[in-house]
């Protein structure tokens, strides 16, 4: 990974998300028993600036970062799914005119969606996962390293409505992801919002935003955060293959890159 702790801090941040009508649900709905669905994503992210502690935008070495993640969930049982995805990386930067770059599987993730059930016309679900990290060859004792284990435990909500006579949905995943050591430990709140055009067309907006915290000595040094906001819009191709286009962007951060991502990806419903 890029020896930075900016450069550990960074990451896309992928989530599925409900599409609907047009294909399965997914994100807080539980997929239908023996029920596949994989997506592909593949996503490139670059970034010439960053915030420093205060919120203030600084230069930075080009950083560039290209990812292919798929994701992968299974109706297991009426109110249990189970999910994993994997996330091939290769990153890029400079340092005093010279490039550095690494590539290699950078993380593992595995766990289940758990539906508890429907209130007030919003659905919950509570999805706790096990992250491994793949990352090597950096010195920052603070970024995780290859073989560091992390656990995250989030609750999400969604809903249904209607808007000028569209169907739509909303999305809300808010997680803590807990990392030994002396790692900062993460919590994270994504919401995204999308609106079916028709049968085969549906735009999504995305709101991705994370904060770090730790305890006991270099507390200060160690804390980030990013939020993001991002555009996406999916097209059904078949019955059992979608596709989608995104792009995102930094708004505001501490101690995080000012990045820019634009991504592709194939989903296919088995």
Known sequence: MVTSRIGAKFGVVFSVVALWPCVTLAGAWPQPRNHLQVIVPFTVTTASAEYDAEGKTQRRNRYTKRELSPYAEYGFSKNITLVSTFAL?????????????????????????????????????????????????????????????????????????????????????????????????????????????????????????????????GAAASQSQSNKLGLSVVQRIDKTVTMEVNFSKSLTGRNAIKQTSTGFSLWYNF
């Open 89 to 217: 990386t290769q990153e890029r930067t400079s340092w005093l005119g010279t490039q550095i770059s690494q590539r290699g599987m950078s993380r593992v993730e595995t766990g289940a969606r758990f539906a508890l059930g429907k209130w007030d016309d919003t659905y919950y679900s509570f999805q706790p996962l096990l992250i491994w990290h793949g990352a090597m060859g950096t010195t920052d004792p603070f970024a995780s390293q290859r073989g560091d284990i992390d656990g995250e435990f989030g609750l999400t909500m969604g809903r249904h409505f209607k808007w000028l006579g569209f169907n739509g949905f909303s999305d809300n995943l808010i997680a803590i992801r807990v990392r030994p050591a002396n790692r900062p430990s993460e919590m994270k709140a994504n919401l995204t919002i999308g609106v079916s055009l028709n049968k085969d067309r549906q735009v999504m907006l995305k709101s991705e935003s994370y904060v770090t915290f730790t305890k006991g000595s």
